[in-house]
């Protein structure tokens, strides 16, 4: 048993020389589409900000894992009238389905290349949990029992980060996240969102490889 929490300390203390700690802070827009009751809608434009903190690890740096608190408006305008259920009334054509939530976002993100290259690609990935602080259906907001107030999705994203000094790195983000729960009760109601990003990133302190 000892040998095996020596053994687990060691392998900690090995990965963790090889770490860099990175916050970051970013801003963009989101592409909405909503499936409600499976009837088509109109895309529309919201914003996205994060700011997260990031732990790099390996070797070559190449594994992150990165843990943002985000605020982002999601919207969707519809093309024909709806009934739906009671407490949220009928729709007309043309009423715009507006959120804006606010929540926290872990993702496993992998870098290409190496940790001493000043230019990296990555891809990431991971779930969502978000909190629904306001829900709008043309000019009227809804009451929270009308929508789903905690939401659970998942961002799935490719970019790449330039360095342009010893501590900072500039970065861009494009991707698609998508909810597993309806926005609102008893209706089908998921959103599919498309989102670009820009963003800074500061290394805590320089351990390039």
Known sequence: MQKLLFFIGCLILYTGSYAQYRWELSGGIT???????????TSGIGYYLSAGYGYISGVRAKTSIVFSIEALQRSSELTEDLVLAE???????????????????PKFRYLF?????????FINVGPSLRFTANAELGDTELESEAYEQLMIGGVY????????GEQFDIFFEAGAMNDFL???NDVKS??????????????IYDARR
Do not use: C, H, W
């Open 31 to 41: 592409n909405s589409s909503l499936n409600l009751e499976n009837t088509e809608t």
């Open 87 to 105: 407490g949220i009334g009928n729709i007309s054509r043309g009423s715009e389905f507006t959120v804006t939530q606010f929540g926290f976002s």
């Open 113 to 121: 290349f190496t940790g001493k290259d000043r230019f990296r690609p």
């Open 157 to 164: 994203g490719v970019g790449f980060s330039q360095m342009i």
């Open 182 to 184: 309806d926005n609102l």
């Open 190 to 203: 998921k959103f599919f969102d498309i989102y670009a990003r820009i963003g800074v990133r500061f290394r």
